[in-house]
């Protein structure tokens, strides 16, 4: 399969996109088009387990991997991860479902993908003939950089660079990337936010005297994130599993509509939902879920996208973001993938922080999606309430989710020509990322440190702590650097050199 960029300028393999990270016009690479699932195809994936059913989709798109090869990676990938299932779909009540996607080595749903991306990045650089060793730069607000640097540590002929605002992630966070082993890793803080962070990976990946200098020392850059098509893809496997879990199960007849409620910030982990709806998944509605920083739910409501406005740190930090970078793709699509349109709204975005959609777009935008958000405070108090009703501990990113996905379904009972659907809330993250926050919305109690809230949070809840935040707690530090974001390069060439 082809891959386009969103800008028009590029059109290239699928194992060139996942190599390359990003068009060469600045645009996100997007598939020309999107492989169609059948029903008969649907049946037959009932009996595969997570591994296989990844497989049997990701090599709809990168059909020029081996499929044997691509499913014992798949298999080796998610070895990693506690238990028999990755991804473990866990019924609550009234047809909610919460689909469970922290069980991996860092303990958030990044794993999911990046568990898989070294795969699809050897093998795509020698599908596509590359021989340069691979510099990989990831801008990260707690979850990505943690799993790129666990993915990566010790990958022969790829560096890993991690970039992090310096009080944009929890303190857990902080030690998961700072204590990283591994020689060819390291970790950069940041003054300023993700933003920052963001948009500095993507002036050095844009920049020709940057892309210059790194090949004079022998480098290619490619990325972690997901504007990387080989980070987004894997993450379209668990809404098909988790609907096909709800099959088997007995919960649902096949055909059935499910809704999926996302906590979002970069835009990647809900639109993977759209992607597998637009694959034939029979996906209802998706809930985009937002914290304070609710530019989102504000776009979805009056069809501009506004960056220039206050800013806030919360308790959620991985959602601590203003510009969704993987919305670009959902606007090429439901734009009618007019891509030099696409190209002038990023440049708006770029040069004056906003854009504009049309009536027609923001209709499309309203049939497939819902939006909300929810205050540090609403938060808090559905962690609380979900405790006290089902003894189920949740982290503040799915916190969220689950106050917008309540706020939805009560939406539902004043609209009587909309349709009631089981619902399924993503839960990205363990509560032990984020012990002192958690804690304090199941208590009240205020907690300085992180093992501390760990440790009481178990004795409360009974929850297993993982074994990587066990782990953490007895490793050095190894990376204290913190630069302004125009010296973020200037890392770089030192790390290389």
């Not at 779909?89 to 993908?113: I, S």
């Not at 070294?118 to 590359?130: F, Q, T, W």
């Not at 982290?395 to 020509?417: F, I, N, R």
């Amino acid at each position: 399969m082809e891959f386009i960029s969103t800008r028009g300028g590029q059109s290239v393999t699928g194992a060139q996109a996942v190599v390359q990270g990003i068009a060469s016009d600045g645009g996100l690479f997007v598939p020309r088009e999107f492989p169609r699932i059948t029903s008969e195809e649907l049946e037959e994936m009932l009996s595969f387990d997570y591994p296989e059913r990844a497989a049997f989709l990701l090599h709809r798109y990168f059909d020029e991997y081996d499929k044997d090869e691509l499913l014992e990676a798949l298999r080796k990938a998610y070895k990693k991860f506690e238990g028999e299932d990755p991804a473990p779909l866990v019924r609550m009540d009234n047809g909610m479902y919460m689909l469970e996607l922290y069980h991996g080595p860092t303990c958030a749903f990044k794993d999911m993908a990046l568990t898989v991306l070294p795969y699809l990045l050897k093998k795509g650089c020698e599908l596509a003939g590359i021989r340069e060793n691979l510099l990989l730069l990831v801008a990260t607000s707690g979850d990505t950089g943690k799993a790129a640097l666990e993915g990566f540590a010790g990958a022969e002929g790829i560096k890993v660079a991690v970039f992090y605002p310096e009080e944009g992630v929890s303190k857990m966070q902080k030690l998961q990337m700072c204590t990283q082993d591994g020689d060819n890793v390291t970790v950069v803080a940041v003054r300023g936010n993700f933003d920052d962070c963001q948009t500095g990976v993507k002036k050095i990946f844009t920049s020709a005297e940057c892309a210059a200098k790194l090949r004079e020392e022998g480098y290619l850059l490619t990325s972690a994130n997901s504007i990387n098509i080989g980070r987004l893809l894997p993450q379209v496997a668990y809404y098909f599993s988790a609907y096909l879990d709800l099959v088997s199960s007995g919960q649902i007849s096949m055909g059935k509509k499910v809704d999926f409620a996302v906590p979002t910030g970069n835009f990647g982990n809900i639109l993977a939902g759209y992607y597998a709806k637009r694959m034939g998944l029979p996906v209802g509605k998706l809930i985009c879920a937002s914290n304070k920083n609710n530019v989102l739910t504000e776009f979805w409501r009056r069809g501009t996208y506004e960056t220039r406005r206050p800013f806030y740190r919360t308790m959620s930090p991985s959602m601590d973001i203003l510009v969704s970078s993987n919305l670009e793709r959902l606007i090429f699509e439901l734009s009618g993938r007019d891509a030099p349109r696409t190209a002038e709204r990023m440049t708006s975005l770029s040069s004056t922080g906003r854009y504009s959609v049309g009536t027609d777009e923001l209709k499309k935008f309203k049939e497939e999606f819902y939006a909300g958000f929810a205050s540090e405070d609403d938060t808090v108090e559905c962690i609380y309430d979900f405790f006290e009703e089902y003894g189920y501990p949740m982290d503040t990113h799915t916190g969220v989710a689950m106050k917008v996905a309540q706020d939805y379904e009560e939406s539902l009972k004043d609209d009587t020509m909309s349709e009631s659907n089981p619902l399924v809330v993503i839960s990205t993250a363990s509560p032990y990322k984020f012990p002192q926050d958690v804690l304090y919305a199941l208590t009240g109690n205020d907690v300085k440190d992180s093992f501390k809230g760990v440790k009481r949070i178990h004795l409360l809840t009974a929850m297993k702590v993982p074994e990587p935040i066990k782990a953490v707690r007895y490793k050095a530090i190894r990376f204290k650097t913190t630069v302004s974001p125009e010296k973020m390069f200037d890392e770089v060439m030192k790390f290389i050199g």
